[in-house]
C-alpha cells in the first residue's frame, strides 16, 4: 500500500428511525459500530466535502500536530481512507497557522480557519490555497474586531457562490472581551467585495458551549455544530443548528451587531451510543451533494480521532 494510502479508524452511526433530510427535526434513534484500522490519526479539527464527488471529503488537523496539510479522504467504503496529503505552504515555506476549519470553494482551491494566538503575533485568518495548497492570499478580521479577541478564535469555516456572489462564512469558539454574556461572533466575508459583516450567536449554555463547525445548506441557510468543549461520554451539549445570513453586504454593519434567531435540527447527544466508544470532541462537520452528514471528533493529538456518519 503507498504511504499515502493511511487509514483513518471510521465510527458509522446509522439511523434505524425517523431522518429525511438533515432539515428535519426528527429524533433520531442510532446505532454504531466501530471499524478498526491498521493505522491511528488524530487532532483533527476541520471536514468539508466535496462539491460534486459524494465520495470525498477534505480534513485538516490543528496545532497539536505538525506541518499543516490538507488530507483528502475516500469515505467510498465502510472504512475512511486518507488517499492524499496536500501540504499548505506560504511562498516555499510552512507558516504557522492552527487550522480550525476547511471549506472547498465552488471555483477551486480551498477556504482554510486558522485559529490565532494571543501574544505570540498570530492572528486570525481566512486563508485562500489553490488545489495544491500554495497560499494565494491571506485574510486578517478588521482590528476593530480583532481588538478584542481572547486565547478562542476562529473554529469552523464555510462558503458557497461564485465570482461576486461567492461569500465565506467564519465561526468564533467562545466569546470575546465584546461580546453579550452567552453569545458568540459568527463572520461573514464576501471576497469580492473585501467586506466583513458580524453577527451575534446565542448559546444554549452560556459559561460552556460555543461553536465549532458550519455549513451551507441548500436553500442557502447556514448550520453550525454548537458544543461544550467535553469529549462525548460526559458532554452535555452538542447539537447543530440552523441559521439564516443575508446574501449580500451590509454597508453600514457595525456594533451593535444582529443577534440571530436559531433553530435546532438535531440533538446528538440524546441519540448517542456511549457503545460507540469514542472520547473526541465534535470539531468538524461536512454536508455531501447527496446530505450525508459527517461529523470529526478530535482527540487533541492522541491517535484516535474519530469519523461519525449520519446516512441520509
Same mark, same amino acid.
Given at each position: 500500500m503507498p504511504a499515502l494510502r493511511l487509514l483513518l479508524p471510521a465510527l458509522i452511526l446509522g439511523l434505524t428511525a425517523g431522518c429525511g433530510t438533515l432539515a428535519s427535526a426528527?429524533?433520531?434513534?442510532?446505532?454504531?459500530?466501530?471499524? @478498526?484500522?491498521?493505522?491511528?490519526?488524530?487532532?483533527?479539527?476541520?471536514l468539508a466535502a466535496d462539491t460534486t464527488n459524494e465520495a470525498v471529503l477534505y480534513a485538516v488537523h490543528d496545532h497539536n500536530l505538525p506541518h499543516p496539510k490538507i488530507l483528502v479522504l475516500d469515505v467510498s467504503g465502510h472504512q475512511a481512507?486518507?488517499?492524499?496529503?496536500?501540504?499548505?505552504? #506560504?511562498?516555499?515555506?510552512?507558516?504557522?497557522?492552527?487550522? @480550525?476549519?476547511?471549506?472547498?470553494?465552488?471555483?477551486?482551491?480551498f477556504w482554510l480557519a486558522s485559529e490565532g494566538k494571543r501574544g505570540r503575533g498570530r492572528p486570525?485568518?481566512?486563508?485562500?490555497?489553490? @488545489?495544491?495548497?500554495?497560499?494565494?492570499?491571506?485574510?486578517?478580521?478588521?482590528?476593530?474586531?480583532?481588538?478584542? #479577541?481572547?486565547?478562542?478564535g476562529f473554529e469552523g469555516i464555510a462558503s458557497t457562490g461564485t465570482g461576486d456572489r461567492e461569500q465565506v462564512v467564519v465561526v468564533f469558539q467562545r466569546s470575546w472581551k465584546d461580546n453579550q454574556p452567552g453569545q458568540v461572533k459568527i463572520g461573514q466575508y464576501w471576497p469580492a467585495r473585501a467586506q466583513w459583516r458580524f453577527?451575534?450567536?446565542?448559546?444554549?449554555?452560556?459559561?460552556?458551549?460555543?461553536?465549532?463547525?458550519?455549513?451551507?445548506?441548500?436553500?442557502?441557510?447556514v448550520a453550525v455544530l454548537e458544543r461544550d468543549n467535553k469529549p462525548l461520554y460526559k458532554a452535555r451539549t452538542k447539537a447543530i443548528?440552523?441559521?439564516?445570513?443575508?446574501?449580500?453586504?451590509?454597508?453600514?454593519?457595525?456594533?451593535?451587531?444582529?443577534?440571530? @434567531?436559531?433553530?435546532?435540527?438535531?440533538?446528538i447527544l440524546s441519540s448517542y451510543s456511549l457503545a460507540c466508544g469514542t472520547d473526541g470532541k465534535l470539531e468538524g462537520m461536512a454536508l455531501t451533494p447527496g446530505e450525508k452528514l459527517f461529523l470529526v471528533a478530535d482527540d487533541d493529538g492522541k491517535g484516535h480521532a474519530m469519523l461519525l456518519q449520519v446516512p441520509k
Amino acid at each position: 500500500m503507498p504511504a499515502l494510502r493511511l487509514l483513518l479508524p471510521a465510527l458509522i452511526l446509522g439511523l434505524t428511525a425517523g431522518c429525511g433530510t438533515l432539515a428535519s427535526a426528527s429524533k433520531y434513534s442510532m446505532s454504531c459500530r466501530h471499524i @478498526e484500522a491498521d493505522m491511528r490519526w488524530g487532532a483533527l479539527s476541520g471536514l468539508a466535502a466535496d462539491t460534486t464527488n459524494e465520495a470525498v471529503l477534505y480534513a485538516v488537523h490543528d496545532h497539536n500536530l505538525p506541518h499543516p496539510k490538507i488530507l483528502v479522504l475516500d469515505v467510498s467504503g465502510h472504512q475512511a481512507i486518507i488517499s492524499r496529503s496536500i501540504p499548505v505552504l #506560504r511562498n516555499g515555506s510552512e507558516p504557522p497557522y492552527d487550522l @480550525e476549519g476547511i471549506t472547498r470553494r465552488g471555483q477551486g482551491g480551498f477556504w482554510l480557519a486558522s485559529e490565532g494566538k494571543r501574544g505570540r503575533g498570530r492572528p486570525n485568518l481566512i486563508i485562500h490555497t489553490d @488545489e495544491s495548497g500554495q497560499v494565494l492570499e491571506e485574510i486578517p478580521l478588521p482590528p476593530s474586531v480583532a481588538q478584542y #479577541r481572547i486565547k478562542a478564535g476562529f473554529e469552523g469555516i464555510a462558503s458557497t457562490g461564485t465570482g461576486d456572489r461567492e461569500q465565506v462564512v467564519v465561526v468564533f469558539q467562545r466569546s470575546w472581551k465584546d461580546n453579550q454574556p452567552g453569545q458568540v461572533k459568527i463572520g461573514q466575508y464576501w471576497p469580492a467585495r473585501a467586506q466583513w459583516r458580524f453577527y451575534r450567536y446565542p448559546l444554549d449554555r452560556p459559561k460552556s458551549n460555543g461553536l465549532s463547525a458550519a455549513v451551507f445548506l441548500d436553500d442557502g441557510t447556514v448550520a453550525v455544530l454548537e458544543r461544550d468543549n467535553k469529549p462525548l461520554y460526559k458532554a452535555r451539549t452538542k447539537a447543530i443548528y440552523k441559521i439564516s445570513l443575508p446574501s449580500s453586504p451590509d454597508p453600514k454593519s457595525a456594533p451593535p451587531y444582529p443577534l440571530l @434567531e436559531k433553530t435546532r435540527m438535531m440533538d446528538i447527544l440524546s441519540s448517542y451510543s456511549l457503545a460507540c466508544g469514542t472520547d473526541g470532541k465534535l470539531e468538524g462537520m461536512a454536508l455531501t451533494p447527496g446530505e450525508k452528514l459527517f461529523l470529526v471528533a478530535d482527540d487533541d493529538g492522541k491517535g484516535h480521532a474519530m469519523l461519525l456518519q449520519v446516512p441520509k
